[in-house]
């Protein structure tokens, strides 16, 4: 499956921005999606995970409460609704596939995706 994120850019302190990631190539709703994050110097960290129905969904501590991750499978699409955003959220985001059936702990790891989206670049001023 081939993956291309959109909707990154700049905003100010406790604004919005909606990512989106759209999928093509095979059956979306066959795949697990996640989103993860990577500021300069740092590991790319989980932020988000969202089942293939869309019935169960994850987030990490520092997003609970203000992102959320939602899906289209008729539109091939997962997106990432994020609000009050925090200069800490800066970075770049990818959307991932995993394609494992059933509920798997190990979600917030990076190696359980096995298919990545390129990076797009959140900016947030104070």
């Known amino acids: 499956v081939q993956l291309q994120a959109s909707g990154g850019g700049l905003v100010q302190a406790g604004g919005s921005l909606r990512l989106s990631c759209a999928a093509s190539?095979?059956?979306?709703?066959?795949?697990?999606m996640g989103w993860f994050r990577q500021a300069p110097g740092k590991e790319r960290e989980f932020v988000a995970r969202?089942?293939?129905?869309?019935?169960?969904?994850y987030y990490a501590d520092s997003v609970k409460g203000r992102f959320t991750i939602s899906r289209d499978n008729a539109k091939n699409t997962v997106y990432l609704q994020m609000n009050s955003l925090k200069p800490e959220d800066s970075a770049a985001y990818y959307c991932a596939a995993d394609e494992r059936l059933g509920y798997n702990p190990d979600y917030a790891q990076t190696t359980p995706y096995r298919y990545w989206g390129q990076g797009t670049q959140v900016t947030v001023s104070s």
């Open positions: 190539g095979h059956t979306f709703s066959s795949y697990a």
């Open positions: 969202i089942s293939r129905s869309g019935g169960a969904t």
